[in-house]
């Protein structure tokens, strides 16, 4: 908690040093991605397995994995995503790379933290389509996972509880040091080139730093889309508008992070915008009524590119195979 308190002080007071304009790398807006630390290995083992494991799903076929892509940046790639039944997803899958830097999960902010969202998708009708009971009923009738609970937990009953701490806890590994851009802010001036360099002072002289800061270079606040121009979409999506039912909310959705941005195409919340070009260009526009030549689009677009960090390298868990008491999967229907 006190953690969570002190990084939001520390970002605040970075967003305001790089509005002032400071040149010091200590007072950059932008702080680098450090490796996870204090994390139960157990616990991150056991949530590994559970985030590739599809039989948490109503047809055994889509886990964690099957939209948040570890090999795709931790997305689809898709506009919006593909639940149960080739069900069309309503908003787009945000990456869950260095998601545990955010102020709160989803677009709107509804889950205050990992475990709080991880229970989300497999009991949503239109994603994994299960139930906390079913999927619990699944894993309990698996040996070899009643006994790893076991082991981690210290526990006879798997509890959903116990699911989704252990994913929560893999999900804190997810994240992306030692990009390019964290080893120039960490002192290795040719780890930029020119162009690159004239894209970040663009990105902090024409105030996209005044939203996208941080270590995740965003995620740290919710915003509205089309602040001096509006948006337009066909996506019904409201933004924190649909929690709070107030018309100042409408399309205020949680500012992306841009860590690994090259990766997570499609952008916003609708999945619109398909190119890095695109984007740029209409944050420049609708966010601070600025044109950006194709020249500046292009250096802003070169500068994102060094935000792509070290992507997580693990084997591939193997899981336990079901047996004569599992619940079959329903694929169809
Ligand atoms: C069918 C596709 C699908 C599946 C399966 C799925 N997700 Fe998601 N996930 C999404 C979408 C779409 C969103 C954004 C929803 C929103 O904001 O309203 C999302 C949001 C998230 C977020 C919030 C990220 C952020 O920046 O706000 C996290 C974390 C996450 N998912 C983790 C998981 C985990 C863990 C699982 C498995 C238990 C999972 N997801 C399964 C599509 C999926
Ligand atoms: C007033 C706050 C604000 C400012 C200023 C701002 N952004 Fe954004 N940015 C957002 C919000 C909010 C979103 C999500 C909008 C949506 O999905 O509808 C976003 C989304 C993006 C995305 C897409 C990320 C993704 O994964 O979907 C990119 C790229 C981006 N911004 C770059 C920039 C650049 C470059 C600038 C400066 C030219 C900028 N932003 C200025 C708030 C801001």
Not at 295 to 317: D, H, M, R, S, Y
Request: hydrophobic share 40%; charged share 20%.
């Amino acid at each position: 908690m006190n953690a969570k308190v002190s990084f939001m002080y520390s970002t605040l007071a970075a967003a305001i040093a790089g509005i002032s304009g400071s040149a010091l790398a200590a007072d950059e807006p932008i702080q680098p991605i450090r490796p996870v630390q204090q994390i139960n290995l157990s616990q991150v083992e056991l949530g590994k397995k559970l985030y590739f494991e599809p039989r948490l799903s109503k047809s055994g076929f889509i886990s964690c994995n099957s939209c948040h892509n570890l090999s795709m940046g931790g997305t689809d790639n898709l506009k919006t995503s593909i639940g149960h039944n080739w069900t069309q997803g309503p908003i787009n899958a945000p990456t869950v790379l260095n998601s545990s830097l955010n102020v709160a999960q989803f677009w709107d902010g509804r889950a205050a933290d990992l475990k709080a969202q991880a229970g989300g998708p497999i009991a949503n009708p239109g994603e994994m389509a299960a139930s906390h009971t079913l999927a619990v009923e699944v894993l309990s009738s698996i040996p070899d996972y009643v006994i790893e609970f076991k082991q981690v937990f210290d526990t006879d009953q798997i509890t959903i509880d116990e699911v989704t701490q252990a994913i929560a806890e893999f999900e804190k590994t997810l994240v992306t040091p030692n990009s390019r851009f964290d080893r120039w802010l960490l002192g290795d001036k040719n780890a930029l080139n020119a162009t690159e360099l004239a894209g970040y002072n663009l990105f902090k002289t024409s105030g996209c730093v005044a939203c996208h800061n941080g270590p995740g270079v965003g995620g740290n606040s919710f915003q509205k889309m089309g602040l001096v121009e509006p948006y337009k979409t066909d996506n019904k999506a409201e933004g924190v508008a649909g929690l709070t039912g107030k018309d100042a909310d409408r399309f205020k959705f949680k500012v992306p992070t841009l860590r690994n941005v090259a990766l997570t195409y499609p952008y916003f919340h609708d999945g619109a915008a398909q190119t890095l070009t695109d984007a740029v260009d209409t944050m420049g526009r609708l966010q601070l009524g600025k044109k950006f030549t194709p020249e500046e689009n292009a250096q802003i677009v070169a500068f994102l590119k060094t935000l792509t960090g070290e992507q997580p390298t693990f084997l591939i868990p193997i899981l336990p195979p079901s047996n004569d008491k599992t619940p079959p999967p329903k694929p169809f229907g």
